[in-house]
């Protein structure tokens, strides 16, 4: 097998044209030069130098290796730079699995704002489903298919070999009221206050759905659901029509319907946690992956001040549908 170091000592020998002067050169003897051209040419099989005079050129052989060496050099070159630009987080690719109301409000910005401050990162995008028994995405970030997966998951389920959870956001859940509702009037309602009203949303077990019966659960009913509704947009027209309440969380209000009216609920506030899971920390752990974890942070903060402000709005207007604060 030729040995790549040799290669370059044969460039050096043939572009200086002797073995005197690529030993001067390189810093090593006249001896040693010659030794290690000895080796290769025994490697290769084949003369790779003649003397001419005091100084020595190339045979076919050896100019086609010194051609060879050179582009070598020139990709290790190139496949160093790249590894600095990989392990810098400036280059490199990130496969990511999102659920739908997290897409536009969370992973729409940050991927744009991550490809504004490092361009050579590609970002791989893929739905997946947080209904059904292989709604959870965590087995494709084990085996490596994914990089980062989006996952709504109760504080008390974060033990899960091999995968990291970082908090994201606590997105709290809503009471979405018809125009004109008696309970609209209140600035905020107890979850009992929905315990006899006809519900809109999906009945299908799924990590969204927890928060919801676990707080109703805890007050003390069993939400009854009479319209199915496939996504929070649809539920908010099921809703706006008078064919039943809803408990909606604040990121699936981003489309807010003009019919409806949003109210915050407590004793208890639903609230469902995202997290980002990514494999546990290990030195193979793309630079890139922690680069978008920081925008997926600095967004998940900007939403969480947004719905601050929008919780305020709601209070604001309760009081100025009921004259006082109910």
Known sequence: MLDRRRMQLLRAVVTSGSLTAAARNLGYTPSAISQQMAVLEKEAGIALLERTGRGVRPTEAGRMLTDYAAVIDRHFTEAEAELAELRAGRTGRVAVRYFATAGATLVAPAVAALRREQPGIQVELKLSDLKGPLADPLAEVRSRLADLALVVRPRDQLSVGGIQFVHLLDDRYSAVLPEGHPLAAKRELDLTDLADEPWVGSDQPGP???????????????????????????????????????????????????????????????IRTIYAAVRAPSPAQPAAVHKLLDALATR??????????????????????????A
């Open 300 to 325: 998940a903060a900007l939403v969480a001040q947004a719905a601050l402000a929008a919780r305020t709005a709601q209070a604001a207007e309760a009081f100025t549908l009921s004259g006082e604060w």
């Open 208 to 270: 969204c759905l927890e928060p919801v019966l676990d707080a109703c659960g805890s007050a003390g009913f069993s939400p009854n659901f009479v319209v199915e509704s496939g996504d929070y947009d649809t539920a908010q027209g099921f809703v706006a029509a008078g064919l039943g309440v809803g408990l909606i969380p604040e990121m699936g209000l981003g489309n807010r319907h003009p019919a409806v009216v949003v109210r915050p609920v407590r004793n208890p506030e639903p």
